[in-house]
């Protein structure tokens, strides 16, 4: 009987025993289930933040050359604009050049406009002589100041010759200074175009006309008097435009 009980003992011990190794083994095999699943899941965790990164940076890329593709066309736009502004600088230069001969060129054809223009004054009809003098001066003054511009000096010159062709094409009565054997007197002038240049004195008892051929004041008949009268007030606008009989110079033969 006693050996039977230690044997039942011993049995029971053993039993327990292997019922404790077994419980370990379940556990460790639940903790490395467990472990498993929560390294899985980490995996997964990683695996999705990696694919979230991985469209983000698609879409960056996607973005960046969506980019890239404007910054391409507007820079091929900028060479055509850069080139078309080529073109259109050497132009330019091209101009300025052709400016800077012009007035090279023009400047020595003012300065001979202006002496013509002075020559034929002076061989003129000696009417108005202080007034186109003084225009003349002028234009010669306008020639030696820098800041005036080419254009400018050309315009006031063709304008000189302007009022000059004019004068053929109007009758114009003014008060003046008739120079004559070295006196002066003032007198009335009428200027008929280029075609006569008559005179009166203020006190109406002597009139007269510029010879153009001698170059000389001639004085006129008393019959001239109420008809250059009348003309020198329609040139004034005091009467009505009317037909008046005055004599007038033969054309210059130039035969």
């Known amino acids: 009987m006693r050996t ?6 011993a049995l029971g011990t053993v039993g327990i025993s292997g019922e ?8 460790d095999a639940v903790r490395l289930q467990s472990s498993s699943i ?6 997964q965790e990683r695996i999705d933040a990696l ?13 960046a050359m ?4 404007d910054l391409n066309a507007y820079n091929d736009q900028l060479e055509r604009l850069v080139g078309t502004q080529r073109v259109e600088l050497a132009d330019y230069e091209r101009q300025f050049n052709d ?6 060129r023009i400047l020595p054809l003012i300065v001979r406009q202006i002496d013509v223009l002075d020559e034929f004054v002076g061989l003129d009809m000696p009417f108005l002589v ?14 030696e100041r820098p800041e005036v511009p080419t254009s400018e000096k050309y315009r006031r010159v063709s304008e000189a010759y302007q009022i000059e062709l004019d004068y053929g094409h109007t009758i114009e009565a003014y008060e003046g200074e008739l120079e004559d054997n070295g006196e002066s007197r003032t007198v009335n002038f009428l200027r008929f175009g280029r075609l006569g240049l008559y005179y009166m004195t203020l006190d109406g008892l002597e009139i007269g006309f510029y010879n153009a051929q001698t170059g000389e004041w001639e004085r006129l008949d008393s ?3 109420q008809p250059l009268d009348r003309a020198i007030r329609i040139a004034r606008k005091q009467l009505p435009p009317d037909l008046v009989r005055l004599p007038v110079p033969a054309p210059e033969n130039r035969t």
Do not use: G
């Open 4 to 9: 039977a009980c230690m044997l039942f003992i």
């Open 20 to 27: 404790s190794a077994a419980q370990q083994t379940v556990d």
């Open 38 to 43: 929560e390294t899985s899941a980490e995996v």
């Open 51 to 63: 694919d979230d990164e991985t469209r983000q940076m698609l879409e960056e890329y996607r973005a």
């Open 66 to 69: 969506t980019q890239v593709s």
């Open 99 to 104: 400016i800077e001969v012009t007035k090279r």
């Open 130 to 143: 202080d007034e186109r003098a003084l225009r003349i001066a002028e234009l010669r003054n306008l020639l």
């Open 223 to 225: 019959e001239y008097l």
